[in-house]
Structure formats: C-alpha cells, structure tokens
C-alpha cells in the first residue's frame, strides 16, 4: 500500500448543515422558522448590518410569517462572553426558543453561544475545546452577509474570554446551525475594505485547510477549489462592489472555504490572529491577510507537495518554477493579492506594539488551531513569525 491510498483510508468525518444557496434566500427565513415551530426568535445582528437593511430584510419575512421577535444587537467584532450571557437573559426573559442570526462571523459566533449556554444554563467559557457541549441548543437559522467566516457552515465558535484576554475555541457538531440561508446578495453592502479582509480570511481558511494534518480527499476538493475561485473574483469584488458574479462566486468560495476547515481544522495562521484579537480586539480578516504569506514561508517545506497544489490553484505555472523557485512564488503571489486588495502588510498598521509579541506568541502557542499545522512550531518559531509580520 503506498502513502497515498493507506492516508486516504484514515478515518475522516465530514458534517455540514443544511443549507439554501442563491439570490432571494433572505426571504426563507420566516418559512424555516415555522418549520422549526418557533414561537418567538431572538433575532441576533449587529449595529451595521442593522444599518445596510439586512436585519430588517430578515424582520420583514418574520413579520410576513406572524413569528414574533426580540432583536439582540448588542454584538461587537470579536464577540465577548459578556455580549453573549447578555443575550441569554435576553433570550430567557423573553422566552424565546429559536435564533436567528443575520450578519458577519460576529453575530453568528455570538448566537452560538446564547444558543448553547441557554439549553445547557452553562456560562459560555465552559464549553471550551473539543465536544464539551452536553445538551444542543434551540435551532439556529443563520444568514451570513460577509463572504468570508463561513461561520454558518462551521462547527467551532470563537469567543473572547475577556479576563484572560484570549479567544477560546469551541468546537462541536452542536453548534453547527440547523440551517444556513446563503444569500449573495447581503454582500453587496459590504465596503472595499471590508470585501478585501473577508475574502482573505476565506482564502486563508482554503489554504490552511489544504496543508492540515486533518484534511482529506473531501476537504481537498473544497479548499482547492474556493483557492480558484478567490483568484478569479476577489479583486473584481473589491474593485466593483456591485458586481453580482464576483459577489456570488466570493460567496460560493466562503462556503467551499468553510466547509474545507470545518472538517479539516485550521492552523498556525489562526492560532497568531485568534491571539491577536483576543489580547488586543484586532480585526481578524486583516490578521490573517498580514500574517498567511509569513506563516506560508515558515511552513513550506513541511508540506512542500501541498502547497504547490496550492500555487498552481492561485495560477501559478508551477513547471516553470520545479526546483526551488516555487516557495518564493506562492508567498509573493498571496502578497500580491493581499496588496491589489488594498490591505496593508505589517501588522504595525494595526497599531500593534512591538512589547505584546512575546504575550502573544504564548498565546497563540497555546490554541487549539495549531494541532493541526503542518510544521511543529515553538513559541519563539510563532515570536519570529509575529517579528517578521511586524
Ligand atoms: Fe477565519
């Protein structure tokens, strides 16, 4: 049996949600929620999908279906434990018993937590790691309107623990909502930068699920694929916001992305931005968008055979490039791409200080998403990383 076939028959499992996928769909999300029953929704969004109309699309199909609503907008990047326990009393006190999140990662991260921590009257931290969630939640019906966090696809919840001042990842099938209402058409209100740094974030969850220990031929086929389509259409979402094509293949690419690290994990570039956002609030899309090409520079020759893969699903001729020159081409092809976006590339353009590396370089260390990196990395190899970023 060669290495090929025996790694193919690792054991691999691979979840997903239910979900609906084209333009319109927006408007399904008062029909789901008399599939599921409800009674009365928490309706979880945020201040500026509030303001782009999306929360209010979403109240329209609520209203049209007779479902009452409580909306909970209290939601802020990097969603906190306290935004999320105040959602719970929200969602008690109102007796609610289905969610609906309508918005980017945030909001949908956050609705997560309230979902969980209600049905089990646990604190959210408490679920920290790999299956601690005893009891599921109520049904969750999400509406993402970034491409980028496929948040409404994943199994892991990323929440900031406020005191310890790091982001804790739960992962687990029960926090995978019971269904996911894709509408490309949400993203159409999203700014240059904002396009920029979420469809960065899609193409770092592509490549890191590409080169992780835990991918498989499944994951392979969605991570390569979202590569190609974040190549082809990226630059003309930034570039031509009202652009429904590149609009809706960035959509289909977040979802691709999504459903790739799901089940396959992430690696050392989300270990550095998860730190990055807890210890300081920083955004994460743009942290990963600093960060891959050094994190890709470090890996290489771990995983050399995968990330040519990678390479040539960015349109790199990597023929051309067959003995050595291949390292160079990816990491300046992604810089490239991170720069035509309008992202900057240091991470002293977030108003970083050159004193919190050592903290954050133990933090980082110290997340779940590293397990799977596919070179070993120390706590100094992360300071490095995070010196050569900065
Ligand atoms: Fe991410």
């Known amino acids: 049996m060669n290495a090929d076939t025996a790694s193919q028959l690792e054991m691999r499992k691979f979840v997903a949600p239910e979900f609906v996928f084209g333009a319109g769909v927006i408007e399904l999300a008062g029909q789901y929620a008399i599939n599921y029953n409800a009674r009365k929704i928490l309706l979880v969004t945020d201040p500026g999908v509030k303001r782009a109309g999306w929360t209010g699309a979403v109240e ?24 999320v326990m105040e959602g719970v009393q ?76 790091v982001k804790i990842a739960i992962v687990s099938k029960l926090v995978i909502p019971d269904v996911s209402l894709i509408d490309p058409c949400t993203t159409i209100t999203m700014d240059r930068h ?42 003309d979402a930034v570039e031509q916001p009202t ?79 067959a003995g050595g020159g291949e390292k160079d081409a990816l990491v300046q092809s992604i810089s490239d791409l991170r720069e035509n976006a309008g992202i900057r590339p240091r991470l002293r353009d977030l108003n970083l200080q050159r004193e919190d590396i050592p903290a954050l370089a133990e933090n980082a260390f110290n997340d779940p998403c590293l397990a799977t990196n596919p070179r070993v990395a120390s706590v100094e190899d992360i300071q490095g990383c995070y010196e050569r970023a900065y």
Request: aromatic share 6%; charged share 15%.
């Open 60 to 83: 329209q199909s609520l209203k049209k279906a007779d479902i009452p609503y409580v909306v909970f907008d209290c939601v802020t990047p990097n969603p906190k434990d306290y935004e």
């Open 194 to 235: 904002m396009t920029a740094a979420t469809g960065m974030d899609a193409l770092t969850h592509a490549v890191e699920a590409y080169v992780s220990n835990a991918s498989s031929p499944v994951t392979d086929l969605f991570a390569l694929d979202a590569i190609r389509l974040i190549r082809k259409h990226l630059l």
């Open 90 to 165: 929200v969602y008690r006190k109102e007796q609610c018993d289905v969610i609906v999140a309508v918005g980017g990662g945030s909001p949908m991260d956050c609705a997560k937590g309230i979902g969980i921590s209600s049905s089990n009257a646990m604190h959210v931290l408490s679920f920290e790691g790999v299956d601690q969630v005893p009891v599921p939640g109520p049904p969750l019906i999400f509406i993402p309107t970034t491409a980028g966090t496929a948040a409404d696809i994943s199994q892991f919840d990323i929440i900031t623990d406020t005191v310890r001042k």
């Open 243 to 321: 652009n429904m094509s590149a609009r809706e293949n960035m959509m289909l690419a977040s979802l691709f992305a999504g459903l790739a690290f799901s089940n396959a994990s992430l690696g050392m570039v989300h270990a550095m931005a998860h730190s990055l956002g807890g210890l300081l609030d920083l955004p994460h899309g743009e942290c990963n968008a600093i960060l891959l090409e050094h994190v890709v520079d470090f890996n290489f020759n771990a995983a050399a055979e995968r990330y040519v893969d990678v390479a040539r699903a960015l349109g790199l001729n990597t023929e051309s490039l």
